[in-house]
């Protein structure tokens, strides 16, 4: 029973752990879409607003599914897995992935939306905007990061 327990739970925290890795991508390939065509058709891009909630609500979703999956397997083994230290760092960068989305993403992201309007009205807006695309930039570097060493620590347990 643990077994089959076990292999349901991994299943779904590959699955969740692939939502918030494909949520994180298909936002950065979104946001380089805007990045290209912003100087030229900032109307186009504004039209693009909702399309960019969407990515956060795959990456939550995900979240809840790793983690609801790991109590699964946890609760399969005996929770023994909870005090190795390749286990430590990854619920610590797991932590640090949803503060990275709450803290850098969904605040600026929120700000690029009102900036794109802003600057769509003929507001001079461009270095506030360059602001936000390093703001973004570092929040994709460092959340690729984390769930590359995420996906590392889930496979090889080292």
Do not use: C
């Amino acid at each position: 029973k643990s077994v089959m327990l076990f292999s349901i739970g991994l299943f779904m925290h590959i699955i969740g752990i692939t939502l918030i890795a494909g949520g994180s991508l298909g936002g950065l390939l979104l946001e380089n879409h805007i990045w290209k065509s912003l100087p030229e058709a900032p109307e186009k891009v504004r039209a693009l607003g909702p399309l960019m909630l969407k990515y956060p609500v795959i990456i939550q979703a995900g979240t809840l599914l790793m983690l609801v999956s790991g109590l699964i397997m946890l609760g399969s083994l005996g929770w023994g897995v909870a005090s190795q230290g390749w286990f430590i760092i990854k619920m610590l960068l797991v932590v640090a992935l949803v503060l990275n989305g709450i803290w850098v993403a969904k605040p600026n992201a929120a700000r690029l939306r009102l900036l794109i309007a802003r600057l769509t009205d003929g507001d001079p807006v461009a270095a506030e905007i360059a602001r936000v695309k390093r703001n973004l930039t570092i929040f994709h570097i460092s959340e690729m990061t984390m769930l590359v060493v995420v996906y590392l620590l889930a496979v090889f347990r080292f």
